[in-house]
């Protein structure tokens, strides 16, 4: 469940960088380093190395020092090194203070997803609160309450977690999105807040509640892919109710029910992606 947590929040990370583009030669820049570390951490911390280098020769002068240590940070929670993800996310936020608050942002956001990776919820909580003081974004202002949802979950206030939770969903819903990424970040969240909830439900004992939430979740799925996609193609939204069927199967093992239906349902659409990555590659 972590893992697929995790992967939603890289997802919205990604989406809130800057756009980017590639030629056939790669230019050693910030902005080119700043999605290059979602399909390889290696190469990313290789570049940002050399791009460090410059910086710190120039003396910061023709750099952003906030947004290379947070994207370091990045890298680092990428390939699993907490250690220095952390370095580079308080070094983020000790760097001089930028007009545009997104770096100090996806340091805090850096910070929350190592903290809950490794346990640490009270820490968590904290940097989610301080991300909630300085979000000047509905995206960022979501996900701070959505990690100080995660981090109360783990404090016997169960109540007061869903209740963080569904004020991230509030935020985002008064925000009106109105551009293809904006309603894609927002449907994101939407996803985190329920998988958020349901973790929250499964860990409190509350497996009724958590059925429910994996409920919904089926249908919002349902829902979008009937309004054909939202971003999303249609092993995307295999992938989602595959992760969903097998969780409402373990769920029932909580409830003390027979959880195959789900599981069935699970085995038929693992399958159909396998085969389809079958296909795929046959036709590459």
């Not at 820049?29 to 570049?47: G, M």
């Not at 003396?59 to 680092?76: D, F, N, P, R, T």
């Amino acid at each position: 469940m972590k893992d697929y947590l995790h992967g939603i929040c890289m997802v919205v990370m990604f989406l809130l960088l800057p756009a980017w583009s590639f030629s056939q030669e790669v230019v050693i820049s910030i902005d080119s380093i700043d999605k290059l570390y979602v399909t390889d951490a290696e190469a990313a911390l290789r570049h940002i190395g050399t791009l460090r280098s410059h910086c710190e020769a120039s003396g910061w002068k023709s750099c952003s020092q906030a947004h290379l240590e947070a994207v370091e940070s990045l890298i680092y929670l990428r390939k699993g090194d907490h250690h220095n993800a952390q370095k580079h996310a308080y070094a983020a936020l000790a760097a001089p203070r930028d007009d545009d608050k997104t770096w100090r942002l996806i340091a805090y956001q850096s910070l929350c997803e190592s903290f809950y990776a490794t346990g640490n919820y009270a820490l968590q909580g904290k940097y989610a609160m301080m991300m909630s003081l300085e979000a000047d974004q509905p995206t960022f202002s979501a996900l701070a309450h959505i990690y100080e949802a995660q981090a109360l979950g783990h404090t016997d206030n169960p109540r007061r977690a869903l209740a963080k939770a569904d004020s991230a969903l509030l935020i985002m819903e008064q925000s009106h999105p109105e551009t293809e990424n904006e309603q894609f970040n927002t449907l994101l969240l939407y996803y985190f807040s329920l998988d958020t909830k349901i973790q929250i439900c499964r860990e409190a004992g509350m497996p009724e509640e958590a059925y429910d939430y994996a409920m919904q979740f089926l249908d919002r799925l349902a829902q979008e892919e009937r309004q054909g996609g939202n971003g999303m193609d249609v092993n995307g939204f295999k992938t989602e109710r595959l992760n969903n069927y097998l969780r409402l199967a373990n769920i029932c093992l909580d409830l003390g029910k027979d959880g195959n239906m789900w599981f069935e349902k699970g085995m038929v659409l693992y399958r159909e992606l396998v085969h389809s990555v079958d296909v795929t590659c046959e036709v590459a």
